[in-house]
C-alpha cells in the first residue's frame, strides 16, 4: 500500500499549511487514517487520527484538523497558527483498526508514507 504526502514547507510562526496523503490503493473509510511527526532527537508522536471520530494529540488540538475526502481516498491535515515546535518530520499512515483504542499510538498503523518535512520559524 502505497500513501503519498504532500503539503510540507517551511513557514512563520502562525502561518498555516495543510498536508494530504493520498491512498490510491484504499478507501479512507474503511480504514483509520492517522498522522505523526518526529522531530530530530525525539519520539515519533500521533498528531491526529480519524475512524469513527476524531482524535487530537493535546499538543495539536485547537489548533489541527484532521479530514478526509472519500471520492479522492485523501486525508488532510490542517495546520493552523504552527509553533515553531510543530517542526518535525509528518508522516502519514493507515491501520486496519476493530476498535477506537490507542489510535494516536503508531503500534496501531500498517502502512507509512515517506514523509514531508514541516518547518515553523
Known amino acids: 500500500v502505497q500513501l503519498v504526502e504532500s503539503g510540507g514547507g517551511s513557514v512563520q510562526a502562525g502561518g498555516n499549511l495543510t498536508l494530504s496523503c493520498a491512498t490510491p490503493?484504499?478507501?479512507?473509510?474503511?480504514?483509520?487514517m492517522g498522522w505523526f511527526r518526529q522531530a530530530p532527537g525525539k519520539e515519533r508522536e500521533g498528531v491526529a487520527a480519524?475512524?469513527?471520530?476524531?482524535y487530537y494529540a493535546g499538543s495539536v488540538k485547537g489548533r489541527f484538523i484532521i479530514s478526509e475526502d472519500d471520492s479522492e481516498k485523501t486525508v488532510f491535515l490542517q495546520m493552523n497558527n504552527l509553533r515553531p515546535e510543530d517542526t518535525a518530520m509528518y508522516y502519514c499512515?493507515?491501520?486496519?483498526?476493530?476498535?477506537?483504542?490507542?489510535?494516536?499510538?503508531?503500534?496501531?498503523?500498517?502502512?507509512w508514507g515517506q514523509g514531508t518535512q514541516v518547518t515553523v520559524s
Open positions: 499512515a493507515v491501520g486496519i483498526v476493530t476498535w477506537p483504542i490507542g489510535l494516536l499510538r503508531d503500534s496501531k498503523y500498517d502502512y
Open positions: 490503493a484504499l478507501t479512507p473509510s474503511g480504514y483509520c
Open positions: 480519524i475512524f469513527d471520530r476524531t
